[in-house]
C-alpha cells in the first residue's frame, strides 16, 4: 500500500512568478469604476442643499442660478451610470453592445467630469474677482 508523502513546507505555497496577472475576479473593470463613481456622486449630489428653479431642484453649492449646466451635468451621469450597469449585467453574453456600452459610460463620465471642472473653474474665477 502506498502512501501520499504531503509537502508541509510553505515554498510549495507560493506562485513561482512573482508578477503574476491578477485573476479576472479580482480585477477591477472599467465599467465598474464608472458605476462606483456615478453611484457616489449622485448620492452626493442628493445631500447637497438645493433651489427650486423653474419646479426642479438645483443644488447651490456650484450650479446657484445654472440650471441648464447642472441639468447636463445629472444627465451625463446618468447615462455614464445606466450604461456602466447595463455593461455589467451583459458582460458575458453580449460583448459587442457591452464594449459599445463601456465607451460610452467612459465618454459621458468624462463629459461630466469636464462640465465640474468647467463649473469650478467659473466659480473660481468668481471668487477671485470679488476679493479685488
Not at 81 to 88: I, R, V
Not at 114 to 130: E, H, P, Q, S
Amino acid at each position: 500500500m502506498k502512501m501520499k508523502l504531503w509537502r508541509t513546507d510553505l515554498a510549495c505555497l507560493l506562485p513561482v512568478t512573482v508578477n503574476k496577472a491578477l485573476p479576472s475576479v479580482m480585477r477591477e473593470r472599467p465599467e465598474e469604476v464608472v458605476f462606483a463613481l456615478c453611484y457616489m456622486t449622485l448620492l452626493t449630489l442628493i445631500q447637497l442643499p438645493f433651489e427650486k428653479i423653474g419646479g426642479y431642484r438645483v443644488p447651490t453649492f456650484l450650479f446657484k442660478g445654472k440650471p441648464s449646466i447642472y441639468h447636463a451635468f445629472f444627465v451625463s451621469l446618468m447615462f455614464a451610470f445606466s450604461c456602466s450597469a447595463s455593461c455589467m449585467t451583459g458582460r458575458e453574453e453580449y460583448t459587442k453592445a457591452v464594449s459599445f456600452c463601456r465607451r460610452l459610460a467612459i465618454i459621458s463620465i468624462l463629459v461630466s467630469a469636464v462640465i465640474l471642472m468647467w463649473v469650478a473653474a467659473l466659480a473660481g474665477f468668481r471668487w477671485v474677482l470679488t476679493l479685488a
